[in-house]
């Protein structure tokens, strides 16, 4: 099985940076990837998506400010968070899927989540 495992969230002030990691193991398909953020009784939303070839996607709250990129060897990815603001506040999702459903949170395997929060 996809295990999909999150780590880096934590309390900063705005204006500060946090970088994000997940460790993916257990695929043997190439995956399409992404970072999801959920805050209590909202929807979830697709912050960053990145698909096995590289090309990337941004929401257009996290564009300029986030980067989403992969390791060189491809099982970990990172979700770079600069210039962060409270209403990034949520809890980030790692995950995965071989389709491609661009922004849309529809992914098959995911991580427990870590929480990010600015004040």
Do not use: H
Request: glycine share 12%; aromatic share 10%; net charge negative.
């Amino acid at each position: 099985d996809v295990q999909l495992v999150e780590s880096g969230g934590g309390s900063v002030q705005a204006g500060e940076s946090l970088r994000l990691s997940c460790v993916a193991s257990g695929y043997t398909l190439p995956m399409n990837m992404g970072w999801v953020r959920q805050v209590p009784g909202k929807e979830r939303e697709g912050v960053a998506v990145i698909d096995y070839d590289g090309s990337t996607a941004y929401a257009d709250s996290v564009k300029g400010r986030f980067t989403i990129s992969k390791d060189g060897a491809g099982n970990t990815l990172l979700l770079q968070m600069d210039s962060l603001k409270p209403e990034d506040t949520a809890r980030y999702f790692c995950a995965a899927d071989t389709l491609w459903f661009g922004l849309n949170p529809q992914y098959r395997y995911w991580g427990q989540g870590t929480q990010v929060t600015v004040s």
